[in-house]
């Protein structure tokens, strides 16, 4: 079973971005593997079933930050951030953090 973690930091104001809708997509099939939202510390934390792990295929995990700034008032440019990347190994893991601003992003990949 693969692993897809990931942490949301509010570079704006430097707290944790909570309550982010977040999806992992197949791009080949457009399948959503999963929904879930952040935690209140900006944490995510899903398994991956074997039989979802297509190696090869690229996959999307997109979080739907225009709401977030929407709650904290802010009127942001970058309403969705996507990340585009592949599960090679079905018993990988995968930690993708983020530090959002209202109009940019900076991520990494980490294991």
Request: glycine fraction near 10%.
């Amino acid at each position: 079973m693969a692993k897809i973690t990931s942490h949301t930091l509010n570079g704006f104001d430097g707290t944790h971005a909570s309550g982010i809708t977040v999806q992992l997509r197949n791009t080949k099939n457009g399948s959503v593997i999963f929904s879930a939202e952040m935690d209140t510390g900006g944490r995510l934390s899903q398994d991956v079933s074997a039989d979802h792990v297509d190696p090869g295929v690229s996959y999307e995990l997109i979080f739907e930050t225009g709401q977030y700034w929407a709650r904290q008032g802010i009127n942001a440019k970058t309403k969705e951030i996507a990340l585009r990347f592949e599960m090679n190994d079905p018993d990988g893991a995968y930690h993708m953090p983020v530090i959002i601003n209202p109009n940019a992003y900076s991520t990494w990949m980490s294991s």
